[in-house]
């Protein structure tokens, strides 16, 4: 015998459409069979296939495991590198993986099928149903690196979330911008986005249609007229941290977007989401592109 819960993202659905998802190797027939002599019951009880669940729900399978082994299709995991994916932790409940830059992390109206989250979600096929997806719970510009979060069970992301609500969700990134950067500081704003031009504004009050932003920088290094940085982004905005280093007159180089100039042939921002923290775990990995420019800025000629 075997014995499922019904879990919050499972619930609502009916007993039989979720007995195809489960026993996704035997026909319907089969199901309605199993369903009908009451080898398969809820909550000790005979139950039809229109009956919706409801979350603590207990599924009873009286049948052997090779028998309902047999029923599941048999799903083999596909590898990270198939997937396209650098992975920096994995446990039974999240998912930390560096994006490259030049990669969408949400599919879009221009792009659907080569994204973060199609590749995760590729290599995590065998948690993938009809009602939940593994998914992230932040998301990094198409031409910014770094560590993205997915959580792989519905609970994990509802709590993650939340976290990231209360802003109990530490993100630290690396970047290089024009000007020599002496001391720490900070902006506070209020920022407004322009959809058609996909670029933002910084105002200092509030105005309308504005989302509060708060960011802290300090210095790591400086050479001549460029400064090494690590970036702490206490709120979670597009563009964030490219509009308040422009506003604090130290714009990333390469982000001719926001006043930032070609350098080394760079026409996008150099900006790596190297550290976070969340519910206990810190995680890291630094930008390796970030360091490959830095140090061809530091030699000679530059």
């Known amino acids: 015998m075997r014995e499922e819960i019904i879990s919050s993202d499972a619930a609502g659905q009916r007993l039989d459409r979720y007995l195809r998802k489960y026993l996704d190797n035997e026909p319907l027939s089969g199901i309605y069979k199993l369903l009908r002599t009451k080898t398969i019951k809820v909550n000790g009880k005979a ?18 495991d090779e028998t309902i082994s047999s029923m599941m299709r048999v799903r ?50 065998h948690l993938c149903t009809r009602t939940f997806r593994p998914a992230p719970v932040q998301r990094l510009d198409l031409n910014t690196s770094g560590l993205v979060l997915f959580c792989k069970t519905y609970d994990s992301l509802k709590r993650c979330n939340e976290l990231m609500r209360e802003r109990k969700v530490e993100k630290f990134y690396q970047c290089i911008v024009h000007g020599r950067l002496d001391k720490a500081g900070e902006i506070r704003g209020f920022l407004t986005k322009d959809e058609e031009s996909n670029t933002v504004r910084l105002f200092q009050k509030e105005v309308p249609g504005s989302v509060a932003a708060y960011t802290k920088f300090r210095p790591l290094e400086t050479i001549r007229n460029y400064s090494l940085v690590e970036v702490e982004l206490l709120t979670g905005r597009s563009h964030q941290i490219r509009i308040s280093l422009a506003v604090a007159g130290f714009p990333l180089i390469g982000d001719t977007k926001y006043g930032g100039r070609k350098v080394l042939g760079i026409s996008t ?20 592109r970030v360091m490959e420019v830095w140090e061809e800025l530091k030699g000679e000629g530059f």
């Not at 139950?47 to 052997?64: C, I, M, P, R, T």
């Not at 995991?77 to 030049?102: M, N, Q, W």
């Not at 989401?273 to 810190?282: E, F, L, P, Q, V």
């Open 47 to 64: 139950a039809k296939e229109n009956y919706s669940l409801v979350e603590g729900d207990v599924v009873k399978f009286f049948l052997s």
């Open 76 to 125: 083999r995991k596909i590898s990270a590198d198939r997937a396209c994916l650098d992975i920096v932790y994995e446990d039974d409940e999240i998912l930390v993986v560096d994006k490259p830059e030049g990669l969408l992390t949400h599919p879009d109206k221009n792009e659907y099928s080569n994204t973060l989250a199609t590749r995760v979600q590729l290599y995590l096929d």
């Open 269 to 288: 921002q150099i900006l790596h989401a190297w550290r976070m923290s969340i519910d206990g775990k810190t995680f890291e990995k630094p930008g390796a």
